[in-house]
Structure formats: structure tokens, C-alpha cells
């Protein structure tokens, strides 16, 4: 089926809604990529990565400040929530839980938080579960389980960007399940120098791209520890336009839309470099694709250009220069809100609009 460049939504930014806090040394380096969700009464509050000296990150929890006309506007910080004291989140020299994203699944009746544990071997993606936003349990890394057919263990891997559906579908097996995006990162030698790019038979493209996966809802309705076991891991989307021609990676969680499952994700252009935490020669910009509502591991449309790019001086200056990074959506009296980090350095907001036939 061809994929449509036709998806009728717009972003509009807004403006910063967090920036570091004067001599509060847990953001010395920045905040920024922030999570997001609604407490059990309703307020609305955002989970920002917190990033001390030395790159080391926190979770932390900011309620939302929306001003008269419904528009978010600033925060006010409640503490931190989730922060690097267990072993696979730290390594000799560095450490941190870095950008959240969470989930509201209904079928959970909990908060699903996905983040990078910045582990002694580098970035995994690791699961907590929570039913206040304040109080979060570990469930730990996650399990990729082993397909032989992609002749490769998927846990060997890097892995970062990673974010469940709110509701369950249907798994390509035929199962009810949690569908979960993440973005395997192929070059083995940032583990183990010498062992180089190892792609999964099938791949020709080591460049970092959109994968899903699968979790029975069965089993986790069982046993929540089995939320971290993830199967069924399939190729969904990779760079194809000019704004991400080095990479791309999913954003928020899959937000429901009339025509399908709305994903927006960032698209990477410029120059990585090699075992670089912060990089310097890089573009980060939003754009979006549509995923079909029955089976989510379609892609249906996709924007051949930005929604968003770096353009503001915020967005453009900051730890690591030019980046829009969008990581939440939130909807207020009936508005959608777009949370993304700006220049690594400070979270900004636009509209999410759609576009009238």
C-alpha cells in the first residue's frame, strides 16, 4: 500500500514552559524531554528529565501552570520522582534515568513509564509503573525476546526512544497485547569496540529507525513483572526524507485520531559523533506519521517535511544546539498541547491542531 504525505495536523509553538532553575544544581545542565500525565485527581503534571552537572539525570515532577485561556504557560516543581540509585542505572563514570515517556493505560489501571537507564554497558530501556505519578515502582530492564528469524538478540543492542499505545490491539500473532514502540541502535562496537554494525537479516539500513514490539495483555493482567517481556518485534518506519536522513525516533505516545494512530517523532539530520553523549552537529526536528487504528504496525502517512524545526533561540541554542524533541501530548478544554525539549536545555510547548477538511 502506498504511504500518503497527507496528515492533516499543524504545530504551533507557544513558548518555553520550564527553563533550569537559577542555582538549583539537579539542572545545572539543563530540563528538558519531558513525560507527562494526569494525577488521580486530575492535575495535569509534567515528569521533565533533570540533568545535573557532569550529565547525570533525574526524573522529576512539575505541576502544570495553564493560564486563563487554557494555555500552559509554566510549572511548579514537586521534587524528583525517579533517580539513578540502582547498579544498571549508573555505570564507573556515568549514570542517569533520562527521558521519560509515560503512558496512561486504562487496562492497567496504572501510569506506564518507559526510560533509558544509562547502565554500565550504555542506554536500555527499563520499565516503572505508577497509579499517582509520585510514587514509582521498578518493574527493571526490559526482555526482548529472541526471534529467530531476525538472527539477532535484540538485548545485545542500545535502545532508546521508547513509548506504549494506550490501548490494547491486536499483535500480528492474532493476540490482544500492549503494543510498545523503541529504536534498536545497530552499532555493537559502542558496547564492545571491534564488533561493529550487526544488522538483523532482512535490514539493509543501520541507520537508527522506528521499531514495535508486542506484550500479551493476558500475561500482564497475570503478572505485571511480565510487562517488561516484549515479542513479536517488527521493522515500522525509517528515515526517508531529507529533515531524517541521519535517524529518526518515536516521541509521545501514539495519540488516537480520526484517521488512525497519530505518532509524532523527531527526524535527525548533521553529524553524530561516536561515543558523544551531548552532540554538537546535529538537527532534531518534529514531524509525524499516521499508523492504521486496527494494526498499528501499518504506517498510512507521513510528513515529508517538519511540523516543527529549530527556529527560535531557545531552540536553537542550548546544550546540545538545534533540537525540537517532542515527548508529550496533553490534552486541555479540548485542545491538544505538545510538550518537546528545547536545545536540550528547556521544554517548550505548541498547539496541536487539525487541519478541517
Not at 35 to 44: E, F, I, T
Not at 181 to 191: A, K, Q, S, T, V
Request: avoid cysteine; charge should be negative; proline fraction near 9%.
Amino acid at each position: 500500500m502506498p504511504v500518503s504525505t497527507a496528515i492533516p495536523y499543524t504545530l504551533t509553538r507557544l513558548g518555553v514552559v520550564m527553563a533550569p532553575e537559577d542555582g538549583n544544581p539537579l539542572e545545572a545542565e539543563g530540563v528538558l524531554n519531558p513525560a507527562s500525565g494526569r494525577d488521580p485527581d486530575g492535575v495535569l503534571y509534567l515528569l521533565p528529565r533533570l540533568v545535573a552537572a557532569g550529565n547525570v539525570s533525574r526524573v522529576g515532577l512539575a505541576r502544570v501552570v495553564i493560564d486563563d485561556d487554557g494555555v500552559p504557560v509554566g510549572v511548579a516543581r514537586e521534587g524528583v520522582v525517579l533517580e539513578p540509585d540502582r547498579a544498571w542505572e549508573r555505570g564507573a563514570a556515568h549514570g542517569g534515568v533520562e527521558d521519560p515517556r509515560v503512558t496512561w493505560v486504562a487496562a492497567l489501571g496504572l501510569h506506564v513509564m518507559t526510560y533509558v537507564a544509562y547502565g554500565p554497558l550504555g542506554p536500555r530501556t527499563a520499565l516503572a509503573v505508577s497509579d499517582d505519578l509520585r510514587s514509582w515502582r521498578r518493574l527493571g530492564p526490559v526482555f526482548f525476546e529472541y526471534d529467530d528469524g531476525l538472527d539477532v538478540d535484540l538485548n545485545l543492542y542500545h535502545n532508546k526512544d521508547t513509548v506504549f499505545f494506550p490501548t490494547p490491539v491486536t499483535s500480528p500473532s492474532g493476540v490482544e497485547s500492549l503494543a510498545v514502540l523503541h529504536r534498536p541502535m545497530w552499532d555493537l562496537g559502542e558496547i564492545r569496540p571491534g564488533q561493529g554494525v550487526v544488522l538483523p537479516r532482512g535490514v539493509t539500513d543501520e541507520r537508527h529507525s522506528i521499531w514495535i514490539s508486542y506484550v500479551p495483555l493476558a500475561a500482564v493482567l497475570e503478572d505485571l513483572r511480565n510487562l517488561v517481556r516484549w515479542t513479536e518485534h517488527r521493522f515500522l518506519a525509517g528515515p526517508e526524507y531529507p529533515f531524517e536522513e541521519l535517524k529518526i525516533g518515536g516521541g509521545p505516545a501514539p495519540l488516537r485520531v480520526p484517521e488512525g494512530w497519530l505518532l509524532l517523532h523527531h527526524g535527525v539530520t548533521g553529524v553524530l559523533a561516536s561515543g558523544v553523549a551531548q552532540q554538537q552537529r546535529v538537527n532534531y526536528a518534529a514531524g509525524a506519521l499516521l499508523l492504521d487504528a486496527d494494526d498499528p504496525s501499518v504506517v498510512l502517512a507521513r510528513t515529508p517535511e517538519p511540523l516543527l524545526a529549530p527556529e527560535t533561540d531557545d531552540e536553537r541554542s542550548g546544550i546540545v544546539p538545534n533540537v525540537v524533541f517532542p515527548t508529550a501530548i496533553e490534552e486541555i478544554g479540548g485542545a491538544h498541547y505538545v510538550f518537546y525539549g528545547m536545545a536540550d536545555s528547556k521544554i517548550g510547548v505548541a498547539r496541536l491542531d487539525r487541519i478541517a477538511p
